[in-house]
């Protein structure tokens, strides 16, 4: 392994000395052959510094979102969704619905009979969304029992994925970058 370690340090160096000969920062004097490297010449590489831009990373970012997707398709898979009784009005569910098809098959007649009638638009519109917003209210959610090992294979990949998709945007560094962005962008 140290062969192979040092062959890397050397390569380094060489393009190192390569990039520094392109950019013009490198004198003669300094330019050193292969032959002439010594284990005490290699430098020592910097993987990050304050200067370094922000790395984003679009396998982090779309990898964690199918995560986080799939961690909610677990947890939403254990949820039960079963009928109650609506408390619009005092009314049960059924009879909330049962009451509110009057008007809108009112409406609906109205349509028919004359179809540029405003109010028998709106009398249909509207019984229409209260029979929608009455059977929606009337459902109870409730989470089924599962184990413990269950519970953490399901919150595992939304914890992993909201990691990923932090990392993929760049870490603090980078969420920060895109809300200065945004607010120079709304200055405007």
């Known amino acids: 392994m140290r062969m192979k370690d040092e062959h890397i340090q050397k390569k380094l160096v060489e393009l190192e000395t390569a990039i520094m000969q392109e950019k013009g920062d490198l004198t003669a004097p300094e330019r050193k052959s292969r032959t002439e490297l010594k284990n005490t010449d290699l430098p020592t590489l910097r993987v990050s510094s304050s200067s370094d831009p922000v790395q984003k990373s679009d396998l982090h970012y779309f990898g964690g979102i199918g995560l986080v997707m799939l961690g909610l398709f677990l947890l939403f898979n254990h949820v039960k969704v079963t009928t109650g009784y609506a408390s619009l009005w005092g009314f049960s569910t059924a009879g909330s619905i049962g009451y509110l098809m009057l008007p809108f098959l ?38 089924a029992p599962v184990s413990m090992i269950d519970l953490i294979i399901m919150l595992v990949p939304l914890a992993i994925g909201a990691a990923y998709v932090l990392k993929g945007m760049g870490g603090a560094k980078g969420i920060d970058e895109v809300i200065k962005k945004q607010i120079a962008e709304q200055k405007k």
């Open 106 to 143: 009112l409406g609906i007649g109205w349509i028919f009979y004359n179809s540029k009638s405003v109010w028998g638009w709106l009398i249909s519109a509207v019984s229409l969304i209260m029979i929608v917003f009455s059977i929606i209210s009337g459902l109870r959610i409730y989470f």
